[in-house]
Structures are given as C-alpha cells and as structure tokens.
C-alpha cells in the first residue's frame, strides 16, 4: 500500500515536474520575445522623441493662433450675450405690452358684451313698449268709433 502510494506520488511529481518545465520554455521565449519588442519599442521611441520635437515646433505655432482665435471668440461670445440680454428685455416688454393689451381687449370685450346685453334688454323693453302702444292706439281706435257711434246716435 505505502509502496503504490510513493509510486503515485514520485509519478505525480514527475508529470508536474514536466509541465513546470514546459511552463518555464514557454516563459522563456516570452521573455525572450517581450525583450525583442522592447528593443525595437526603445528605438521606436528614440525616433518618436525627434519627430515630436520636430511637432513641438508647429504645436507651438499653432497653439498661439488657436490662443489669438479663441481670445476673439470669447469677445464675440461677451458681445452676443450683451445682444441676448437686450434681447431679452425688449422680448421682456413687448411680452409686458402684450399682455396689457390682452387685458384691455378683455376689458373692451366685457363692455362690448355689456352693451349688448343692455342693447338687447332696451330692445325687449322697447318691443314691449310697441306691444302696449299698438295696444293704446287699438284702444284709442276703439273708444274713437264709440264716440263716432255715439255722436250718430245723439
């Protein structure tokens, strides 16, 4: 029993000692392979170092144009928010003025409706005065033919 277990275990340890092997090759060559690219990382890097100094030089240009331009940019900016705030406020009062005059046409429209309704009133008032009227002269037209007729009798 202790002679199978020694056995499985020398056998164990052999295969982990082959694939410990196989692990450090592998590690190896990745280093080996990780210390090619830093090779040519390290000269690329070298010439990206004067090509950028060769940048610099119009970066620098540029960055001052981009300066003068955003510098006039912002003049322009504080100049159209002057512009929009005076905007505002005439938008402001015409809105004001607006509004007052809603008010006063609602207010002529009250009056309006107003005097219509008392126009409408005076003319039922007056339908109803020419009724009585008509009323009267029928009266009247009767009480003259009476008195006709009684006139004729005396």
């Known amino acids: ?38 090779d040519t990382l390290k000269k690329e890097s070298s010439e990206s170092i004067e090509e950028r100094k060769k940048l610099q030089g119009g970066f620098d240009q540029q ?5 003068k331009e955003l510098k006039a940019l912002k003049h322009s900016k504080m100049q159209l928010e002057e512009e929009h705030t005076s905007m505002k406020a005439d938008l402001k009062l015409a809105q004001d ?5 809603v008010k006063v ?25 020419e009724g009585e009227l008509k009323d009267a002269k029928t009266e009247v037209e009767k009480l ?4 006709e007729a009684a006139r004729k009798r005396i």
Not at 21 to 36: F, G, I, Y
Not at 97 to 101: F, I, N, Q, T
Not at 144 to 147: F, I
């Open 1 to 38: 029993g202790v002679g199978l277990f020694v056995l499985d275990v020398h056998h164990a340890s052999q295969t982990r000692i082959q694939a410990l092997k196989k692990e450090v090759v592998t590690a190896v060559k990745e280093r080996d392979a990780l210390n090619s690219q830093l």
């Open 63 to 67: 960055t001052q144009h981009l300066s």
């Open 97 to 101: 003025k607006l509004k007052e005059s």
């Open 105 to 129: 046409q609602e207010q002529l429209g009250l009056e309006i409706k107003a005097e219509q309704d008392k126009l409408q009133k005076d003319e039922a008032a007056l339908g109803k005065e």
């Open 144 to 147: 003259r033919k009476e008195l």
